[in-house]
């Protein structure tokens, strides 16, 4: 059973969101718990908590990996693998967490919860955390926010008619660059495809040309964009609109300009 499989299943139960965050609470709530029962025990009447928080620590670690594999199914899913900034940055936290917690549970052997040592563990994990909290909205808002900016100027655009004249790349860039590129760039052609320049796109990707100029229905772009093939893209965050579909298939029935003085 491969990963688009069960992903697919998922999706037949009516669940089409990304499966790792619903671990990801679980670590982050441990991590949480550790350094607050660990701060309390600090005060002599609340000294039981230490085991509290040795337990809680001693749990995080070990949800750790579940969770990571459920991230690692996600990014493969809705990203192919690609190696983009947040990506890298969520694996070097998540690696530098799981160290943390390994620590924490061999310091346990020597020291109690109390320890300024392992205090200090513990707020290195909860900043890793956090850390992984902040570029995990790096991907799902960053990437609604610039998709509803570039849904906006599209439709101002399509509102313009016949006075903007024929469509070419530069006016496909905006969507490209915004919901595109992260994963399909010059330096990270996700399947041998670069849509950060009209050249890369028109090249298409390992598996032969996106574009077929005149054809919008027989161009792959348009395959892709509107789900006709598998997988849809963008895979993350949600659709382009219909108005920006609409646009990238008025560019291919124009013949594909690069320029205006290329349109037919």
């Known amino acids: 059973m491969g990963i688009d499989s069960i992903y697919r299943f998922l999706g037949d ?26 701060l309390l025990s ?19 670690f ?13 990014w493969l ?7 983009i900034y947040p990506i890298q940055m969520k694996i070097y936290l998540a690696s530098g967490l799981g160290v943390l917690l390994l620590l924490a549970v061999i310091l346990h052997i020597k020291f109690t919860s109390r320890s300024p040592l392992l205090i200090a563990v513990y707020l290195f994990a909860l900043s890793a955390v956090t850390g992984l909290g902040y570029f995990g909205g790096e991907l799902v808002f960053v990437s609604q926010s610039s998709e509803e900016s570039s849904t ?9 008619g016949e006075a903007a004249g024929p469509v070419v790349f530069s006016d496909l860039e905006g969507v490209l660059q915004n919901r595109c590129v992260q994963c399909h760039s010059e330096g990270n052609p996700l399947q041998g495809l ?8 028109m090249a298409g ?20 964009i509107k789900g006709i093939s598998q997988p849809r893209m963008p895979m993350a ?28």
Request: with cysteine.
């Open 13 to 38: 139960l009516g669940y089409t969101h990304p499966i790792h965050p619903i671990l990801v609470h679980l670590t982050i709530g441990l991590v949480v718990a550790t350094l607050l029962f660990s």
């Open 42 to 60: 600090t005060i002599p009447r609340y000294s039981k908590y230490a085991v509290t928080a040795r337990h809680c620590a001693t749990l995080a």
């Open 62 to 74: 070990f949800s750790v990996f579940p969770t990571a594999l459920l991230g690692v199914m996600d």
């Open 77 to 83: 899913y809705y990203y192919g693998g690609s190696l």
């Open 152 to 160: 906006e100027s599209t439709e101002s655009e399509a509102g313009t």
């Open 194 to 201: 670069n849509l950060s320049s009209y050249e890369g796109t």
């Open 205 to 224: 990707s390992e598996n032969g040309p996106i574009v077929v100029p005149g054809e919008p229905a027989e161009s792959e772009l348009i395959k892709r």
């Open 237 to 264: 965050g949600p659709s382009l609109s219909e108005a920006q579909i609409q646009r990238f298939e008025a560019w291919i029935e124009a013949g594909a300009p690069e320029t205006a003085s290329d349109a037919q």
